[in-house]
T-cell receptor, first 112, second 109 residues
Framework: DGGITQSPKYLFRKEGQNVTLSCEQN?????MYWYRQDPGQGLRLIYY???????QKGDIAEGYSVSREKKESFPLTVTSAQKNPTAFYLC???????????FGSGTRLTVV | QKEVEQDPGPLSVPEGAIVSLNCTYS??????FMWYRQYSRKGPELLMY????GNKEDGRFTAQVDKSSKYISLFIRDSQPSDSATYLC?????????FGGGTRVLVKP
């Protein structure tokens, strides 16, 4: 079955550490996205990529980095520069940008 | 002012009632309108997708778009306890998708 796989489901980070969240899709979608979701708030766009080896900052990119070396994969690194990283992170993909997205099941990141 | 406004709820209804959800938006360039359902600790799943003013039905779900008022709605008929979730509107213009904050819905048996 086609879909998006995010791992791990739960992740704990110590202060000052970088952590990487995995996102893999087998839908053959060109566009991929990372969103952050906080309680009571909507989804906020961190980074997006329309094609391999290309990505753009979203609304809240500070403290995050991404890569897009393969069409299927779009990992997100939460760096130590991100001061409030505790949140639910969602990866999504779409055939073309701006249309209906398919989401992964999310990664819940907690700073300990 | 947020580009897409959505009442956070919670909205509590008895089983079998009609659930009425709505969003307002400010950017008249928005072209595509979507509704997502999100269960707790899960990713959102696409429920409805439309790009024109008017109504679109899919089973128990009806999406309504009024571009002149910049207002979109989702109606759920014969609501079931399994419909209890957070519903997010999402609106696209060109290469950007903007989400509302979501409305939490609770359908009581």
């Amino acid at each position: 079955d086609g879909g998006i796989t995010q791992s791990p489901k739960y992740l704990f980070r110590k202060e000052g550490q970088n952590v990487t969240l995995s996102c893999e899709q087998n839908l053959n979608h060109d566009a991929m996205y990372w969103y952050r979701q906080d309680p009571g708030q909507g989804l906020r766009l961190i980074y997006y990529s329309q094609i391999v080896n290309d990505f753009q900052k979203g609304d809240i990119a500070e403290g995050y980095s991404v890569s897009r070396e393969k069409k299927e994969s779009f990992p997100l690194t939460v760096t130590s520069a991100q001061k409030n990283p505790t949140a639910f992170y969602l990866c999504a993909s779409s055939i073309t940008q701006g249309k209906g997205y398919t989401f992964g099941s999310g990664t819940r990141l907690t700073v300990v | 002012q947020k580009e897409v406004e959505q009442d956070p709820g919670p909205l509590s209804v008895p089983e079998g009632a009609i659930v009425s959800l709505n969003c307002t938006y400010s950017n008249s360039a928005f072209q595509y309108f979507m509704w997502y359902r999100q269960y707790s600790r899960k990713g959102p799943e696409l429920l409805m997708y439309t790009y024109s003013s008017g109504n679109k039905e899919d089973g128990r779900f009806t999406a309504q778009v009024d571009k002149s008022s910049k207002y979109i709605s989702l109606f759920i008929r014969d609501s079931q306890p399994s419909d209890s979730a957070t519903y997010l509107c999402a609106i696209a213009a060109g290469n950007k998708l903007t989400f509302g904050g979501g409305t939490r819905v609770l359908v009581k048996p």
